[in-house]
């Protein structure tokens, strides 16, 4: 009965046995299933893959496509000031443009390239160095976006 109760107790135990089965198990089993699962295994990372790929884009309003142009500490900074500056060519290729839009669209787009150029000097800085220039870049942004959608009449 001892030997009984002892067995029981080192059953839910993994030993040395168990692993030398196991092992042995998974060395005849592997062949035959890993090339029957390795199809599903690499389609189901591409699908994770794109997945994550589009909810980065939509994180940082741009399409998939132009993902790979906006990395690093400073992506989401660079990719308003793309949009800004695609939002500067519309309001002066806008019929309804009047001379100080356009001017306005020349002046910005030489402090968007400022902007964009902080931004890059901005990456290999101490990060509290870095995050004080992302803030300062953020609140021009937004006051040239204020500008640019009062312009366009939204």
């Not at 107790?9 to 089993?29: C, D, M, Q, Y």
């Not at 690499?42 to 309003?61: M, P, T």
């Amino acid at each position: 009965m001892a030997r009984k109760v002892k067995h029981e107790a080192s059953e839910g135990r993994f030993t040395p046995k168990n692993a030398r089965n196991a092992l042995g198990v998974a060395k005849v089993i592997a062949p035959a299933v890993i090339p029957v699962v390795a199809p599903y295994a690499v389609q189901a990372a591409g699908a994770v893959r794109e997945a994550y790929d589009r909810y980065q884009a939509r994180k940082l309003g741009v399409d998939v496509s132009r993902l790979a142009e906006f990395t690093g500490r400073g992506a989401k900074l660079h990719a308003r000031i793309s949009g800004l500056a695609d939002g500067l060519v519309e309001l002066s290729m806008s019929s309804k443009a009047s001379a100080a839009d356009k001017e306005f669209a020349d002046r910005t787009k030489g402090t968007l390239e400022q902007l964009a150029a902080s931004v890059r000097a901005a990456e290999r800085m101490p990060a509290p160095r870095r995050k004080s220039a992302h803030r300062a870049v953020a609140g021009e942004l937004d006051m040239l976006e204020g500008q640019l959608l009062h312009r366009l009449g939204v």
